[in-house]
């Protein structure tokens, strides 16, 4: 409620004289702390790479990819959650100083088209039981043109230039629970026909959160950014 009431002045001010312009950025910083879901960083337990890519996991839960870069690739990420429940996942594109144009993908101008991302998941108490996770909704902070990211294959991609961090949010299906907590797998793959090649993500974070809320506070969150 304090959120909605803080949004409405917000517009308000916006539509008021220049003067005021300054006091609806300054709100508008305010409603985008308050309006942001806890996450929780999946670091990966296991890295595979179907080219001939490394998989390198970092302090701070990314995943950094180096070596030769492949025409094209698949990656695997399986993790480990405490989480008893979760409803989103959060898909994070970062820059790094390792790659071409500083990412955050690995073609030569930092770009990346990420294909398909299917996720699996079981019980952390029978992690042998696994089971496709489908999405409903997804939002990202970019998307080329008037491309939407797509639900189903969970497509994403950036190829018209790099050099800055984008992050995409895919809300579940159905919320996942389980009082042992979750093994989750993440097949990225980059398969992008005969013309794009090498066009692989070069540094990501996986996160994922509880919060029913999480999709509609971050789509209501980006539209005031």
Do not use: C
Request: no cysteine.
């Amino acid at each position: 409620a304090n959120f909605r009431k803080a949004r409405e002045l917000y517009e308000q001010l916006l539509q008021s004289d220049s003067a005021r312009r300054e006091d609806a950025a300054g709100l508008a910083e305010v409603l985008l702390a308050m309006n942001q879901p806890k996450w929780t960083v999946l670091k990966p337990e296991e890295l595979t790479s179907a080219g001939v890519s490394t998989l390198t996991p970092l302090e701070d839960g990314s995943i950094l990819a180096g070596g030769p870069n492949p025409a094209h690739d698949l990656y695997t990420v399986t993790t480990k959650t405490d989480l008893q429940k979760i409803t989103a996942i959060r898909l994070e594109a970062l820059t790094d100083d390792s790659l071409p144009n500083n990412g955050p993908g690995r073609s030569s101008y930092g770009g990346y088209v990420m294909d398909r991302m299917e996720m699996h998941y079981a019980p952390a108490a029978g992690p042998h039981d696994m089971q496709r996770v489908m999405f409903s909704a997804a939002t990202t902070d970019y998307s080329p043109g008037q491309e939407r990211l797509q639900v189903e294959s969970a497509r994403w991609h950036h190829a018209g230039g790099g050099g800055s961090d984008h992050v995409a949010f895919y809300r579940l299906a159905s919320e996942i629970a389980s009082e042992s907590g979750a093994v989750l797998t993440f097949q990225m793959t980059f398969n992008h026909g005969r013309t794009w090649l090498q066009l692989h993500l070069g540094r990501f974070r996986i996160s994922a959160t509880d919060d029913p809320t999480a999709t509609t506070r971050v789509s209501a969150r980006m539209a005031l950014s």
